[in-house]
């Protein structure tokens, strides 16, 4: 019985900080103490506890008391197997507090860092003694368990309220490895510390596998800002000229907003080709899925669709390379209209191909502070890759149901895409004698640092580092989304959320297995005449007031005061940065220690520091800025101020190198007398 909070008994009051976790005290008086705390500071989780039948779990376990007072558990897989002891059968406070600062000091030298204050993730709670040692040392505790009725038998053993007070722990109870994904989204940008609960980690090979799926999970996510960074300065100055060049694309093509749920009230489908190997499987059947659904495709898939008949509604490209732009070349769907973001390769938007061009808000600095004071476009999420975008753009137009092929992020057979990509014709163009195009397969499986996953129909396939980021991304955002997302195929990388198919198609693949999700999807009632007439009466309305001369000259001088105020802000922050370097650099000999002198060349320093952080261009002046690291790397100083003097000149040193570049290809248009003409 569960007893409603004002009649919870008092807890008496001890002097010692453990003497009321050793009472020998009934399981309901911790039960209802603990679970009043959860219903005041977690109270949908006290909910989940409340509601969930746990009660068919406990016979594997079995409390006892030890000397300490404080109980410790056991665990026992069957009637014959032997019985696993959990916690210390003497001490476990004692034994969580030695095992909690031993896994700290480890995962720190592991993630090398002296930060004990970062997030942490704890892998297994048990009955909670690991968990409420590292509450006490660190506020942001992360708690994974995968059994909830382990949880609930603690909550019933003893006092808890160290733990389950306000801001001490997040909890992540549940079944599916996946349920981490929200937790890290509270992380932001921390690389977090994981430490292992190993007498539960690996309790049981299934225990075993599920926290070592949940540990990939987040060492990918972990991994992300690397990426970026690498991203980053691999394809910084590429992006920054596409930008510059595609500058005017803000005047001239509306934004996504405008078409933010057109299907809300629709019962219209919305289908998503993805370029994924197995987007062969339904070629054969895309007129008739075009014929059902609004058509999405991503840039490298548009080649699949026309070559079987079919100009998608939209085509979704947002990838800056000059290599992706190929995907594009000399293909034409005049029917379709492109989903651009405007660091895309410029030969992309000079296609003539395409009906008609929206953007998306920019990804990038420069190009969000001139649409921000010109045409806001609309935000569509990005998660490293085209479908991240192309499946962000399928539920921002609002469908109840999206259907998708091609989403693999694996490589089922070894493929990397679907027959007659361009990846594919240009590897047997260069394949060679001695190189063939099975070699260079090959590499690029192993670029990608590859490794078994689960599957979507079970066991296991090859995927990688890379692609195994996408799958977290799309885990976390299809949790999120009000849309149903329903697999064609069950040859890719398991992704929970997205509902599998539940058979496989027929060896001839002009055929449909009987229930299988095609075949499900090819039943629907046939829609192109309503989609068309829906799409015909948008885009009408919307040049009609995109176009209007009145909201034309508007944008227009929008626009150009945006890009006056860009290019003054950027020169300021430049001139100020080269200041900055002269400071640090020029000092006097006779003045390196005289602190009076070097306490005026701080506060010189400072006053920098804070006019560039009240800059409104700040974001854009840093974009090109290597990573800190980086610059740490240069240091040959070990004197503190003089160390802090040399950074600083590598810093503003740096910051006005990048600014530079920056302006040398935005004030071209400027420079030349080119007019704003549309």
């Not at 933010?260 to 080709?273: G, K, Q, R, S």
């Not at 700040?618 to 503190?640: M, N, R, V």
């Amino acid at each position: 019985m569960i007893v409603p909070n004002s009649e919870i008994p008092a807890i008496p009051e001890k002097n010692s900080e453990q003497e009321f976790a050793r009472q020998s005290l009934p399981a309901e008086l911790f039960w209802n103490h603990n679970l009043a705390l959860l219903r005041s500071h977690y109270p949908e989780l006290a909910h989940q506890i409340e509601n969930s039948n746990c009660c068919h779990f406990e016979h594997h376990w079995r409390l006892e008391q030890t000397p300490s007072g404080n109980p410790t558990l056991f665990y026992r897989e069957n009637n014959t197997a032997p019985e696993i002891s959990i916690h210390s059968r003497r001490d476990p406070v004692r034994e969580g507090q030695r095992q909690a600062e031993a896994a700290l000091t480890e995962a720190m030298e592991k993630n090398k860092t002296n930060d004990k204050n970062g997030i942490i993730i704890l892998l297994g709670f048990g009955l909670g003694y690991m968990a409420e040692v590292l509450a006490q040392h660190n506020s942001s505790l992360i708690i994974v368990e995968r059994h909830k009725d382990l949880f609930t038998l603690a909550l019933k053993s003893r006092n808890l309220e160290r733990l389950i007070s306000p801001g001490k722990a997040m909890f992540v109870l549940s079944s599916e490895p996946a349920a981490i994904h929200a937790a890290l989204a509270f992380a932001e940008t921390q690389k977090p510390l994981v430490i292992k609960n190993r007498a539960l980690t690996g309790l049981t090979a299934e225990d075993e596998s599920w926290y070592t799926d949940v540990e990939r999970r987040i060492n990918t996510w972990a991994s992300k800002d690397e990426i970026n960074a690498a991203t980053l300065q691999r394809f910084g100055k590429r992006w920054t000229k596409n930008l510059a060049a595609n500058m005017e694309g803000v005047l001239k093509f509306p934004g996504v907003k405008n078409l933010e749920n057109i299907l809300h009230h629709t019962d219209i489908p919305v289908f998503l080709a993805a370029a994924g190997p197995s987007l062969n499987n339904i070629e054969k059947h895309m007129k008739e899925i075009h014929s059902r659904c609004l058509t999405i495709a991503v840039d490298t898939s548009l080649r699949c669709l026309l070559k079987n008949g079919v100009e998608p509604d939209f085509i979704v490209s947002v990838d800056p390379q000059y290599w992706n732009a190929l995907h594009l070349h000399r293909l034409e769907a005049p029917n379709t209209t492109l989903i651009a973001e405007s660091a895309v390769y410029p030969s992309v938007l000079r296609n003539s191909a395409f009906m008609r061009v929206f953007f998306c808000q920019s990804l990038f600095p420069l190009g969000r502070f001139i649409e921000d004071r010109t045409d806001p476009k609309g935000i569509l999420c990005a998660g490293g890759s085209v479908a991240t975008t192309a499946w962000d753009f399928a539920r921002f137009l609002g469908p109840s149901d999206v259907w998708i092929a091609g989403l693999d992020l694996a490589f089922p057979d070894y493929r990397t895409h679907y027959k007659g990509a361009l990846f594919e014709e240009n590897s047997h163009a260069v394949s060679k004698r001695f190189s063939p195009i099975e070699t260079l397969s090959v590499r690029t499986l192993e670029n990608g640092i590859p490794f078994m996953a689960a599957s979507a129909r079970g066991g296991k396939v090859l995927t990688d580092k890379r692609l195994s980021l996408y799958a977290a991304w799309f885990e976390h955002h299809i949790e999120q989304a009000n849309v149903t997302n329903r697999s064609l195929s069950s040859d890719g990388l398991a992704i929970h959320g997205l509902v599998p198919a539940e058979h496989e198609y027929s060896t001839e693949r002009t055929k449909v297995s009987e229930g299988s999700p095609l075949e499900k999807l090819l039943s629907l009632p046939e829609r192109r005449k309503e989609i068309n007439r829906l799409l015909t009466g948008l885009f009408s309305r919307i040049d009609a007031q995109f176009n209007h001369s009145s909201e034309k000259e508007n944008r227009t001088s929008r626009y150009s005061d945006a890009l006056t105020d860009l290019v003054r802000g950027l020169e300021e922050i430049r001139d100020r940065a080269g200041e900055a370097v002269s400071v640090a650099k020029n000092i006097p000999v006779q003045h390196r220690n005289n602190i009076q002198e070097n306490e005026k060349i701080l506060k010189k320093l400072d006053k920098t520091n804070a006019a560039i952080a009240a800059s409104p261009v700040k974001a854009a002046a840093g974009f090109l800025f290597p990573p800190i690291s980086e610059l740490e790397k240069e240091l040959q100083e070990t004197d503190p101020f003089k160390q802090h003097l040399e950074f600083s000149r590598l810093f503003y040193q740096h910051l006005s190198e990048s600014i530079d570049f920056t302006l040398r290809f935005i004030k071209k248009p400027i420079n030349n007398g080119k007019k704003v003409v549309y």
